[in-house]
């Protein structure tokens, strides 16, 4: 049995209740519930929140029911691994063991549908203990990323012996993005964070990796997706 998540908690300091404020015509969370929904790889589908109007928008869905989210993973600080770990242990006391727990990020709305079969083919193909989706980073730490000293001087973050002069002699990084994770349910029950087992990246498109953090963000969410929907890519 898969298990596919979302997680939405109510509070947003930089788009107050972005999770529920209708994107294109429905809510942000539909975006990533309606894909969820018609991932015929996908058997179950829970969403964790803290939010009344969202529990019970989710059941609605066809959701299953978990409750609300316990309060202390219900703050700025709460770690995404123990929302995960929560809702992994309260639908396993409704369905029995998962096979595996995908986590789509509500926030991450240019996802497509490939995304998250490519999310799942990767994992078949690899057997990591996680997939998380990731872009090629626009920055890089060991040419372009900053810090400053002890006198306030600029220096490159992470200094290589001898220097690097162009951005092709710089070692590849990644930009951590929520499209899709996938993860081995005994990993997400055992381990104490994201990074303790081995972590593979799906890399995906830069121009679908964006996040809603600021109302910035969600202008060009906003006018991307409606390429996307122009171009009939939305399904």
Known sequence: ????????????????????????????????????????????????????????????RGCLDIGLRPAHLATDTAAKWHVWQHALAAVETQTGPASLFVDLDCTSPLRLPQDIEAGLDLFARDQPDMVMSCVESRKNPYFNILETDATGALHVSKPLPGGVVARQQAPQVYDHVGLVYVLRPDYLRRAKGLFEGRVIPLVLPVERGLDVDSPFDWEIIEFLMGRQIAQGLRG
């Open 1 to 60: 049995m898969i298990i596919g998540h979302i997680g939405a908690r109510a509070g947003s300091k930089g788009v107050p209740g972005k999770n529920f404020r209708l994107l294109h015509g429905k809510p942000l969370i539909d975006w990533s519930l309606d894909q969820l929904f018609a991932c015929d790889r996908i058997d179950r589908v829970v969403v964790s929140t803290d939010c009344p109007q969202i529990h019970a928008h989710a059941l609605a």
